[in-house]
């Protein structure tokens, strides 16, 4: 028996490889001290105790829901780009955990210009991975429609970048 974390990280990949190719037992989860500090330098480090949420709890009921519905979304839309972009777990958890951070900005007005590189970027991207951009645009559009917001090119081309890796 070999014993994993709830979500299968790259240690937990070793682990299950040393057991199949050394046959060695591991009994616990040993938690890499460079990983430890993080759980205990604040017992509230994104402030969940801090809202401004009504009494009645109905705002956090409709919140959670959303965002549960987004990020199931994000991991079909995922699952439908061609094979030969490889999504590994590392760039999932990316994307799910950049999503959650980008949805606050999503509700804020961007009047920030563009970037030059950004407009090409985000070009080359629609002619260079065509399915990947069609694909991740329905999601957008998708987003947008059911959230009433619109998603900056900014924001767009921070999730092509977890997907397409440049040479």
């Keep these: 028996m070999i014993k994993i974390s709830g979500i299968l990280s790259k240690e937990d990949i070793i682990r299950i490889q040393e057991f199949s190719y050394f046959g060695k037992f591991i009994d616990s989860i040993p938690l890499n001290h460079n990983y430890s500090a993080s759980f205990s330098a604040k017992s509230d480090p994104f402030n969940l105790n801090q809202n401004d ?31 030969d972009y490889h999504i590994d777990q590392d760039t999932l958890l990316g994307l799910i955990v950049h999503m959650s951070m980008a949805i606050p900005r999503w ?59 440049k040479e």
């Design 53 to 83: 949420y009504d009494s009645s709890k109905t705002d956090i009921a409709s919140s959670s829901i959303i965002i549960s519905k987004l990020i199931l979304t994000l991991l079909e839309y995922i699952s439908k780009l061609p094979k």
């Design 107 to 165: 509700f804020e007005e961007d009047k920030t210009k563009l970037d030059e590189q950004v407009i090409d970027d985000y070009k080359w991207i629609k002619e260079k991975h065509q399915s990947v951009y069609e694909i991740m645009e329905k999601f957008f559009s998708l987003v947008e429609q059911s959230l009433l917001i619109s998603i900056s090119i900014k924001e767009r081309l921070s999730f092509y970048q977890y997907i397409i890796k």
